[in-house]
């Protein structure tokens, strides 16, 4: 069964430094999505992605967040100036429409920690 | 803003028993969806049920059923004959039909465990 794939598993990145999460989303999907889990809290919407633009996005990604899909099988999240408080677990998924009840298809996740 | 509880953090059942997860939620909206996911230990979520506000049957798939009870907005999951590979951690997740980006509004979480 096709999977949405995360690299890298674990990043550890210095306060400051750029990170970039790779996500290689199920191909025939159209819309694309991060998330993100704090340890111990909620998985929380950072935001949702199509036709090469962002549908909607949280008030968590702020501008130091970017989203991008640079070829046809990649989608990136970047974060410019990473914070301490940007440690946590982030997920992408994928969905092969944008109707309500298109299951999104979760990739196993990025840990980031930010020292 | 539509929220989503999960009250339980923690439950437990015995193999081959039946166990319920509560969900309650918080919405102004009369249409809708609901989605359970499952997370098991190698961290990917997988989706368990979904159920469209709309429709009075309660979604089944398999050992997976809902209640859903629209008026107290409640979306429970039971898990009959409770096997070893259901112990993970079930999520609890909401979306608007009004939504175009897609987003899921998710709960806290509720780690079940199977016991042998």
């Known amino acids: 069964e096709p999977e949405v794939t995360q690299t890298p598993s674990h990043q550890v990145t210095q306060m400051g430094q750029e990170v970039i999460l790779r996500c290689v989303p199920i191909s025939n999907h159209l819309y694309f999505y991060w998330y993100r889990q704090i340890l111990g809290q909620k998985v929380e919407f950072l935001v949702s992605?199509?036709?090469?633009?962002?549908?909607?996005k949280s008030e968590i990604f702020d501008d130091q967040f970017s989203v991008e899909r640079p070829d046809g099988s990649n989608f990136t999240l970047k974060i410019r100036s990473t914070k301490l408080e940007d440690s946590a677990m982030y997920f992408c998924a994928s969905s092969e429409w944008e109707e309500g009840n298109q299951p999104q298809h979760f990739g196993d996740g990025t840990r980031l920690s930010i020292l | 803003a539509q929220t989503v509880t999960q009250s339980q953090p923690e439950m437990s059942v015995q193999e081959a028993e039946t166990v319920t997860l509560s969900c309650t939620y918080d919405t102004s909206e009369s249409d809708y969806y609901l989605f359970w996911y499952k997370q098991p230990p190698s961290r990917q979520m997988i989706l368990v049920i979904r159920?469209?506000?709309?429709?009075?049957q309660n979604a089944t798939e398999n050992r997976f059923s809902v209640n859903f009870q629209k008026a107290a907005k409640s979306f429970s999951l039971k898990i009959s004959d409770s096997q070893l590979g259901d112990a993970a951690m079930y999520f609890c997740?909401?979306?608007?039909?009004?939504?175009?980006?897609?987003?899921?509004?998710f709960g806290q979480g509720t780690e079940l465990s199977v016991k042998p």
């Open positions: 992605f199509y036709n090469n633009e962002i549908s909607e």
């Open positions: 997740a909401y979306r608007s039909v009004f939504n175009q980006g897609g987003k899921l509004i």
């Open positions: 159920q469209e506000a709309y429709k009075q």
